[in-house]
């Protein structure tokens, strides 16, 4: 365990000496593809938990170019109404290299959504920073894309105005298209509805490009918010259960989706749900948020912490969740995550303890 | 007794029904002033049809010292006056309720001064209005503009702060700037509501112009019924009341049309 903190804490150097290089304009060591050293990182499954945390993937040097998003010591609480605070997010400490899907699942009243506010620039965290590339997160920006379970999508607009909403406010100034109308809609315009049928045609949609959102079904508008996300090629695509208020067949069809287009465009995706076999099936690096846990002393904790971030069985069919693999880690993430009653000492899996500073 | 919850009545059955009471109101009326002339032939309170029929004629023939039609140079006026006093105060009542809606510095500034002023009966302000402004045509409209801005407003501001925060988030996450997300995110979802809300002041605005033109006028629907009323001519009242009551309606179901029109997807429900 020592020997571990020690290696990570030598990486971090290098990271950090890397990053004070680029920024004096040298040229930065390029970064080894994180999908490929990815596919080298054990799927956890075994019963040491400090194997499987003691080296979360995200948490590794990734050869100065900064994470696509890092957390650093951030902790969130919100007022309680009979005064005072309740934390909520205690010291997370993360990680997220490029084109991985995150997928983070916890009890509910975990604040995995309040993580995805911070993450997102909606909420400001009471402690530490949350970065994008390695820029803070202030406010949400267009290199952050977002589907929400519900009020994804725009009521006044059409299927394909909803898709198209990003492209058309990109590069161009107030009123063009009003006032340039005959050579706009020759020139802009044909260019963005093309580029939103193609995107449409990639949820099979295309037949609906013209109806409102509400003549749609539930799973038929997400489908539409997640073109409506990545046709603006967000650097990260956040989730914050797009699928939660779906029927089991429609949730997934639509988890096939968006697995289909993480392995297509290599997209990087941060993906929140409360459903645990979800979490697994979807995302290659589980995080699970829990606020159950216990200080050294047997006392318990206050706020959530990250209690595992592991591999997951990556598969692009749904079969993979019959697997012993599949359900084995299910099995941990429900003892280790969700039971009230098996309250781990923070010690074992605090990833924080790595961290520098 | 029927369930309240039931499958909706065909238009045709809905028209029927609605046109039973205004026939009854008028048969029970006609027979009233029969009745009432058969005993009193000099009776002014409820002149019969065809008195009614005969005033009518005369406020729409020229009248032989003017050449004026009374009908319409009354309905001219009061309209421009109502359209002018109605723009305003929609125009002050959508920028004030917008901001207001989205901005929560400038809610905790302005709504408890939007909610005290929609308090005040306006016709308590028409005396400050007059003082002010004279007795013109300046002081009707901004009866009418005044009569309705506050109302209209924190209907403005509950519908944009209704607006879930979900969609302004999304509008920013797309690139749109804050002025983007106001006008291509929170205003059109907001307007179909805006528009019912104008519905909703039609009777008001008509309230403080009558309440103006009764006061002060040369011309105007309020103004010929209160003149008229010193020669208790039920007959020229009747019909302008009716007028009124005419051109409400049109206006009601002119704004409905448009927003049907303008905002298809608000009437569009799932299937």
């Keep these: ?357 | 007794m029927s369930r309240i919850v039931g499958s909706p009545l065909p238009r045709s059955t809905r028209l029927l029904l609605g046109a039973v009471p205004i026939a009854i109101l008028v048969i029970v009326y006609g027979a009233l002033s029969y009745q009432r002339h058969l005993e009193n032939p000099m009776d002014r309170l409820m002149p019969t049809v065809e008195q009614l029929w005969r005033g009518l004629g005369e406020i729409t023939t020229a009248d032989r010292r003017s050449g004026e039609v009374w009908l319409w140079v009354d309905t001219r006026a009061s309209l421009v006056r109502l359209a002018k006093g109605m723009g305003a105060g929609v125009g002050l009542a959508i920028v004030l309720g917008v901001l207001t809606g989205i901005f929560s510095t400038l809610r905790a500034l302005f709504l408890p001064l939007v909610t005290a002023l929609a308090k005040v009966p306006p016709l308590a302000l028409l005396p400050i209005v007059f003082i002010f402004l004279g007795v013109d045509e300046s002081s009707k409209i901004v009866l009418i503009a005044l009569g309705i801005a506050p109302t209209l407003t924190s209907d403005i501001v509950l519908a944009a702060a209704g607006v879930p925060r979900e969609m302004v988030v999304k509008g920013y996450t797309l690139g749109a700037t804050t002025s983007e997300v106001v006008a291509k995110v929170i205003l059109p979802q907001i307007m179909p509501r805006i528009l019912d809300s104008i519905r909703l002041t039609i009777g008001p605005a008509w309230i403080f112009l009558i309440a103006a033109e009764a006061i002060s006028a040369e011309s105007g629907l309020g103004y010929r019924i209160y003149v008229v009323q010193r020669q208790l001519a039920m007959n020229i009242i009747l019909p302008y009341v009716v007028w009124i009551a005419i051109l409400g309606v049109a206006m009601d179901l002119g704004l409905q049309a448009l927003s049907r029109w303008l905002y298809p997807w608000a009437a569009t429900k799932g299937h």
């Design chain 1, 1 to 357: 365990m020592a020997d571990e903190d020690a290696k990570r804490r030598i990486e971090e150097r290098i990271a950090e000496a890397a990053r004070a290089a680029a920024r004096d304009g040298k040229r930065a060591p390029i970064a080894v593809d994180p999908v490929v050293r990815a596919g080298s990182v054990e799927a956890a499954g075994d019963g040491d938990p400090a194997t499987a945390t003691g080296a979360p993937p995200g948490a590794r040097s990734d050869g100065g170019v900064p994470p696509i998003l890092e957390c650093t010591h951030v902790s969130h609480r919100y007022p309680r109404q009979t005064g005072g605070f309740q934390l909520v997010l205690n010291d997370i400490h993360l990680r997220v290299p490029q084109r991985e899907f995150i997928s983070v699942v916890g009890p509910s009243g975990c604040g995995k959504s309040t993580l995805l506010r911070l993450v997102l620039g909606s909420e400001l965290p009471w402690q530490g920073s949350v970065t994008a590339s390695g820029v803070a997160v202030d406010h949400p920006r267009r290199d952050r894309g977002i589907v929400f379970q519900r009020y994804s999508l725009f009521p006044h607009l059409t299927v394909l105005q909803n898709v198209i909403f990003g492209l058309e406010l990109d590069g161009t100034w107030l009123l063009q298209k009003w006032l340039t109308w005959p050579i706009y809609r020759r020139t802009h315009y044909r260019r963005q509805v093309e580029q939103g049928m193609a995107y449409l045609r990639t949820v099979k949609l295309d037949e609906h490009a013209n109806k409102y959102p509400q003549q749609l079904s539930g799973g038929m508008q997400q489908r539409v918010a997640i073109a409506q996300a990545l046709i603006m090629k967000p650097r990260i695509l956040l989730m914050d259960e797009p699928f939660g208020a779906l029927d089991p067949g429609t949730r997934e069809a639509l988890q096939l989706t968006i697995v289909e287009a993480f392995a297509e465009q290599g997209i990087t995706v941060f993906f929140v749900t409360h459903d645990l076999e979800e979490a697994v099936f979807v995302g290659n690096r589980l995080l699970v948020l829990s606020q159950f846990w216990t200080h050294d002393d047997g006392s318990s904790g206050e706020g959530a912490k990250v209690v595992l971030d592991v591999r997951c069985p990556k598969s692009t069919s749904v079969d993979v969740k019959a697997s012993s693999e599949f359900q084995e880690l299910i099995q941990r993430v429900r003892r280790d995550g969700f039971d009230p009653n098996h309250q781990q000492p923070v010690r074992t899996f605090d990833l924080s303890a790595a961290a520098p500073g």
